[in-house]
């Protein structure tokens, strides 16, 4: 007769498996409440303790760990092992269904550390480790998706499942390491561990990456939320790889402001942001930014959607409308476009930390946070109430715009944006062009000549902000009192590449 070892927090299924084992000879051995539920439906089984001959100790906190479970678990199927179980009296066991005390879920109850380190696994994980390692000898079962594989191959479980089984085992494990690691390290304040694991459980498979032949899914922090992780889709298809990184920028955009604030985006880079005393305001200047670009974007908004302005929106095509809240009637206005994704987002961004991928390696940097340093006017003249307010909304734009980036405003309107350009030159020219009649003028990071000053002349700018720090600093300032232009250095550069 063979043996299979079941000890489980989560009991949903569990007597389907149990009865196919018993009809394919199995002998059930099962733990504390695990044991109890199992004999209240009426199976047959032997406690672990019986097997060990050593109660459990320590509140069950000691149970499964003994030479006569993990000896029986980690046999081989050789001789030597086979005459070492004789001697000392061993059984194999053959089989292992095991899943985790819920250290996840409590993480969310905000519970203090003495009660939250009473849900941190041990005996589990351990049993998961030691039978996927002894995969050729013994079954292990982590995840009840996956009882009805075990249930239809019960008769021939072979290599090929045993090793899948594995594998989702010990991912299992390195998850959940993960995820107490991750709530020591932020209680302690560690930013950069010297190991990073980091706690990410698939949500959902996309449809295809940036483009249909990559494949995508997206992975969601299960220790730190974000806002994605507490939105609701009130319409439209399955959001895309592109649509979650355009989101991510619109939604942060929208959030540096308190003032009502539209915002839109195509390939993550702005291309209209504006204020408005309402939300239909705000949007129709929005859409005067770049009514070309605006067409397939994402829309955002930091307040209310109404019925008026989602009529506006109506008449062109857009991917994704995001506000913190719709007007039911704007809802079913919008939702007359089948395929118009809307989101309702519930939380402000706090996301800490930001990872890219480089082929080898993951970056990690904190978030860029912060807006300036100090405020210094580098410029004789007093500056208007109105420009410099102007300018700290240009500047708030520039900060999510792809360096270089350059932004031209006119009474807290984006009019121009110049992004992604390999000089600060060509990002300027591109967003006085656009902009034609903008005011002040704003720079993600110094000048390293004077050009950008001069082009910004011809433009009738009256104002410039930007990080200062250049060693040619004083020709750019020079050239900004000739032409009688307001210069501020916020001693604070905003790269995003």
Same mark, same amino acid.
């Given at each position: 007769m063979k043996r299979a070892l079941i000890s489980t927090y989560y009991k949903n299924n569990i007597e389907k498996l149990v009865s196919v084992l018993i009809e394919n000879r199995y002998e059930i051995i099962s733990t504390g409440n695990t044991a109890k539920y199992l004999e209240s439906q009426g199976f047959e089984v032997v406690k672990v303790e019986d097997v060990t001959e050593f109660p459990?100790?320590?509140?069950?906190?000691?149970?499964?760990?003994?030479?006569?479970?993990?000896?029986?678990?980690?046999?081989?199927?050789?001789?030597?092992?086979?005459?070492?179980?004789?001697q000392l009296n061993i059984k194999k066991i053959d089989f292992v269904y095991v899943n985790l005390y819920p250290f996840e879920e409590k993480l969310k109850e905000n519970l203090d550390i003495k009660e939250l380190i009473e849900y941190i696994d041990i005996g589990g994980p351990t049993l998961i480790r030691a039978a996927a390692k002894s995969f050729e000898n013994t079954i292990i079962l982590t995840d009840p998706e996956d009882m009805d594989l075990i249930i239809k191959n019960i008769e021939d479980l072979n290599y090929e499942i045993r090793r899948y089984l594995a594998a989702k085992a010990f991912n299992l494990t390195a998850h959940y390491d993960s995820i107490i690691s991750s709530y020591f390290n932020n209680l302690l304040k560690i930013e950069f561990p010297k190991y990073i694991t980091l706690p990410l459980k698939k949500k959902s498979e996309l449809r295809y990456g940036e483009n249909p032949h990559q494949k995508a899914v997206y992975y969601e922090n299960t220790t730190e939320e974000g806002f994605f992780s507490n939105f609701e889709q009130l319409n439209g298809k399955e959001l895309s790889y592109n649509n979650f990184k355009d989101i991510d920028v619109a939604w942060k955009i929208v959030n540096e402001f308190e003032e009502k604030v539209c915002c839109a985006i195509k390939h993550?880079?702005?291309?209209?942001?504006?204020?408005?005393?309402?939300?239909?305001?705000?949007?129709?200047?929005?859409y005067e930014c770049d009514p070309i670009s605006i067409f397939g974007g994402i829309v955002a908004f930091n307040h209310k959607v109404t019925a008026e302005t989602a009529k506006e929106m109506k008449k062109i095509f857009l991917e994704v409308i995001i506000a913190p809240e719709f007007e039911e009637e704007a809802v079913?206005?919008? #939702?007359?476009? /089948?395929? @118009?994704? =809307?989101?309702?987002?519930?939380?402000?961004?706090?996301?800490?930390? !930001?990872?890219?991928?480089?082929?080898?390696?993951?970056?990690?940097?904190?978030?860029?946070? #912060?807006?300036? /340093?100090? @405020?210094? =006017?580098?410029?004789?003249?007093?500056?208007?109430?109105?420009?410099? !307010?102007?300018?700290?909304?240009?500047?708030?734009?520039?900060?999510?715009?792809?360096?270089?980036?350059?932004?031209?405003?006119?009474?807290?309107?984006?009019?121009?944006?110049?992004?992604?350009?390999?000089?600060?030159?060509?990002?300027?020219?591109?967003?006085?062009?656009?902009?034609k009649d903008g005011v002040v003028l704003a720079s993600d990071a110094f000048f390293p000549f004077n050009d950008v000053v001069k082009k910004a002349g011809e433009y009738k700018i009256k104002a410039i902000i930007q990080p200062g720090g250049s060693i040619r600093d004083e020709d750019s300032i020079k050239v900004a009192k000739e032409l009688g232009i307001s210069m501020v250095f916020t001693n604070m550069r905003h790269f995003k590449h």
């Amino acid at each position: 007769m063979k043996r299979a070892l079941i000890s489980t927090y989560y009991k949903n299924n569990i007597e389907k498996l149990v009865s196919v084992l018993i009809e394919n000879r199995y002998e059930i051995i099962s733990t504390g409440n695990t044991a109890k539920y199992l004999e209240s439906q009426g199976f047959e089984v032997v406690k672990v303790e019986d097997v060990t001959e050593f109660p459990e100790i320590l509140n069950g906190r000691v149970k499964t760990l003994h030479p006569k479970i993990h000896g029986g678990i980690l046999a081989r199927d050789i001789e030597e092992d086979r005459k070492t179980l004789k001697q000392l009296n061993i059984k194999k066991i053959d089989f292992v269904y095991v899943n985790l005390y819920p250290f996840e879920e409590k993480l969310k109850e905000n519970l203090d550390i003495k009660e939250l380190i009473e849900y941190i696994d041990i005996g589990g994980p351990t049993l998961i480790r030691a039978a996927a390692k002894s995969f050729e000898n013994t079954i292990i079962l982590t995840d009840p998706e996956d009882m009805d594989l075990i249930i239809k191959n019960i008769e021939d479980l072979n290599y090929e499942i045993r090793r899948y089984l594995a594998a989702k085992a010990f991912n299992l494990t390195a998850h959940y390491d993960s995820i107490i690691s991750s709530y020591f390290n932020n209680l302690l304040k560690i930013e950069f561990p010297k190991y990073i694991t980091l706690p990410l459980k698939k949500k959902s498979e996309l449809r295809y990456g940036e483009n249909p032949h990559q494949k995508a899914v997206y992975y969601e922090n299960t220790t730190e939320e974000g806002f994605f992780s507490n939105f609701e889709q009130l319409n439209g298809k399955e959001l895309s790889y592109n649509n979650f990184k355009d989101i991510d920028v619109a939604w942060k955009i929208v959030n540096e402001f308190e003032e009502k604030v539209c915002c839109a985006i195509k390939h993550q880079t702005p291309c209209g942001v504006a204020s408005g005393r309402d939300n239909l305001e705000a949007f129709k200047r929005v859409y005067e930014c770049d009514p070309i670009s605006i067409f397939g974007g994402i829309v955002a908004f930091n307040h209310k959607v109404t019925a008026e302005t989602a009529k506006e929106m109506k008449k062109i095509f857009l991917e994704v409308i995001i506000a913190p809240e719709f007007e039911e009637e704007a809802v079913n206005i919008l #939702k007359k476009k /089948k395929n @118009l994704r =809307i989101l309702k987002v519930k939380e402000k961004p706090h996301q800490k930390f !930001e990872y890219v991928s480089v082929d080898g390696g993951v970056l990690v940097q904190e978030r860029d946070t #912060k807006l300036f /340093k100090s @405020l210094k =006017i580098v410029t004789e003249e007093p500056i208007a109430e109105y420009l410099m !307010e102007d300018m700290i909304f240009a500047f708030k734009v520039v900060k999510h715009a792809k360096s270089n980036a350059i932004v031209v405003s006119k009474e807290k309107m984006a009019k121009g944006i110049g992004s992604g350009q390999p000089n600060r030159i060509w990002a300027a020219i591109d967003a006085l062009d656009r902009a034609k009649d903008g005011v002040v003028l704003a720079s993600d990071a110094f000048f390293p000549f004077n050009d950008v000053v001069k082009k910004a002349g011809e433009y009738k700018i009256k104002a410039i902000i930007q990080p200062g720090g250049s060693i040619r600093d004083e020709d750019s300032i020079k050239v900004a009192k000739e032409l009688g232009i307001s210069m501020v250095f916020t001693n604070m550069r905003h790269f995003k590449h």
